[in-house]
């Protein structure tokens, strides 16, 4: 059976926890480099993505999880997650960027709190509509070489993957309906 690290540092890191748990997938904490020893898979939860990028400095995080995702291990970025796996954001306000997955992201995309909202999404390799929650999420403005798009939202990028990394712009975890996470639980070998 596989196991599953959250990115414990700041965010809804309690929510995947227990998503996970929900699909019969064990799930950890991840908050020092050695408990990346223990895990098959990755979730960099949403959250506040400049705050996340600056603990995982203070936390000397950065280099193992380079490492994890260099070694082929399945990471899934959800909300600020996806920020910090991104290469590029179009107001340059987000120090720490993983560059996993070769995209440009626009930060807030969606205007702020008031644009949170609820939808059902078409997500390519999941057969039903999926239910989605937006929480000041950002969108995806460009995807670059090697990058599959899997959702859109009026025209906006919200899902993306690339070899072993997916992310999206919803949280995933915050609804009763686990066919992203489960999606996700594919790519971990
Ligand atoms: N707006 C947040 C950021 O830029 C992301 C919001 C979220 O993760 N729900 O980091």
């Not at 990115?7 to 926890?17: F, M, Y």
């Not at 748990?21 to 050695?34: D, L, R, T, Y």
């Amino acid at each position: 059976t596989k196991t599953i690290g959250v990115l414990n540092l700041q965010g809804a890191v309690r929510e995947h926890i227990r998503a996970l748990e929900k699909i019969g997938v064990k799930a950890v904490s991840v908050k020092k480099e050695e408990d990346f020893d223990m895990i098959d898979g990755l979730i960099i939860p949403g959250g506040e993505s400049t705050a996340i990028g600056r603990l995982i400095r203070e936390h000397h995080l950065e280099d193992r999880l380079r490492q994890f995702h260099q070694a082929g291990h399945a990471i899934f970025g959800t909300c600020a997650g996806l920020i910090l796996c991104s290469t590029d954001d179009s107001h340059q306000t987000q120090d720490l960027r993983l560059g996993f997955i070769n995209m440009e992201v626009e930060r807030n995309g969606f205007g702020r709190q008031v644009a949170s909202f609820e939808t059902k999404l078409d997500f390519k390799g999941i057969e039903r509509p999926v239910e989605a929650v937006f929480i000041r999420a950002p969108f995806i403005e460009k995807v670059g070489p090697g990058v599959s798009v899997l959702a859109e939202v009026e025209g906006r990028i919200v899902a993306a993957e690339q070899n072993n990394v997916l992310v999206t712009a919803h949280h995933p975890e915050l609804t009763d309906d686990f066919a992203v996470l489960e999606y996700f639980m594919k790519k971990v070998s």
